[in-house]
């Protein structure tokens, strides 16, 4: 039984609504099935009439799925819920017991794997912070100690936008320890154990596990005998990334050589087509990361097939947050102002799927970073000049390009790059 509830029948034209009746009519369905008359069925079938959506209704209660496959030659036009439903249901789900009981059921279901892989993430809030210093006075911790501790935590889950995932932590870590060294990794590493152990794991012990078990406390440098990816093998990676968002993310990545966070720190504002730069515009003690520079190809795929997804997503997801009134607007124009709107962890995952294909082994984002790195180095680039591109250079260095939106410092650095940078598009 086909329920019309959940067709856009309005899409199914009246030659193929006769064709449903005649096929009816042919299995020995009788117009009183229909809850039509014999002279309706008359007028119908020979123009007089149309069939209406009652009738239409009434015909497909009497299919299977296949069979209406099998009259409209494969298609079947599925009525799509918007995310206005969505929230309607969430809404019911949490009022009625009942509802909500069923609803988790089908999600578990239909929707295991996803509802799996958000399980594996801790949005960590300022009341997550107050509630380990609380903790950790309880336990009589001396305040320097708990000052190096909340330090490492907030640089950690600053750079991390404060969303903590096993591929998210352990890409981190690889980047703090090769960036910032083993003392440092080693700090930050402990200091997330301890934010784990005693905030998330009396509320979430399965949460706690997933997330504690992911990576350990950095006591020596591991030994990373890896292989870089070659320019081809990451032409076949991104060949097999599924979303038109997460090949973006892989090109800015592989082709400007930034840290895994810090597109995800990029505003529409920040982004000049014309000039093909990204203003990255992310301060902290030791990463000072302010523009990148994009392939002409890269900002040719961008234009064309990425702007519109991501103004369709972006769109599709405001309205109905707006409607809710959950949220206030400040929340709203920022999801609308993010350059990658779309969620970290999704788009690291099918990253790595398609590395793991490609490349036989586990796979680190943080690689693409030194194969930037490796790529200019090897022709010829300057190493001040990579380090500027990277952000791994002084203070000073940067004046300029913060001072100025464009500069005769962005048209150099810009040459560098256009001459040099490895394209994965050509």
Known sequence: MVDCQLMSIGEINNEQRLLILNYLLSKGVKPRDLGVTYDYISKVRRGAARVGDGLLCSMLRLLTVEELQALLKGWVPEKRATLSDALRVIITAREDPSFREQFLALLSRYLGDYVQAIGKTWHVTREDIEAYVK????????????????????????????????????????????????????????????????????RDPGLFGILYNSFKVIKSRPSNRARLPTLDELRQVLAGIESIEAKVYFLILAEAGLRPS?????????????????????????????????????????????????????????????????????????????????????????????????????????????????????????????????????????????????????????????????????
């Not at 990794?185 to 934010?195: D, G, Q, T, V």
Request: aromatic share 10%; net charge positive; with cysteine.
């Open 135 to 202: 903790a950790m006075r309880l336990r009589g911790v001396k305040d320097k100690t708990l000052r190096d501790r909340l330090y490492y935590i907030q640089r950690a889950l600053s750079d991390m936008d404060w969303t903590l995932s096993p591929e998210g932590i352990r890409d981190y870590l690889a980047e703090v320890l090769e960036e910032d060294g083993q003392n440092v990794a080693r700090h930050i590493s402990a200091s997330l154990k301890s934010l784990l152990k005693n905030v998330l794991q009396p």
């Open 262 to 426: 810090e597109p995800f720190l990029v505003t529409m504002d920040d982004v000049d087509l014309e000039h093909g730069m990204l203003r990255i515009g992310k301060v902290t003690e030791t990463k000072r990361a302010f523009v990148a520079f994009l392939r002409p190809e890269t900002l040719e795929f961008i234009r064309s097939q990425y702007l519109p997804r991501r103004d369709k997503f972006v769109s599709n997801i405001t309205k109905p947050i707006e409607a809710s009134k959950w949220f206030g607007q400040e929340v709203i124009d920022r999801l609308r102002q993010r350059f990658l709107p779309f969620d970290q962890g999704r788009l690291r995952r099918e990253i790595k799927e398609s590395a793991r294909q490609v490349l036989n082994r586990d796979f680190e984002l943080y690689e693409l970073r030194k194969f930037f790195a490796t790529w200019m180095i090897s022709r010829g680039v300057p190493e001040s000049i990579v380090n500027t591109l990277q952000g791994r250079a002084p203070p000073s260095e940067y004046r300029v390009l913060i001072e100025h939106y464009w500069s005769p410092r962005h048209e150099e650095l810009r040459q560098w790059y256009l001459r040099h940078a490895p394209c994965l598009l050509c």
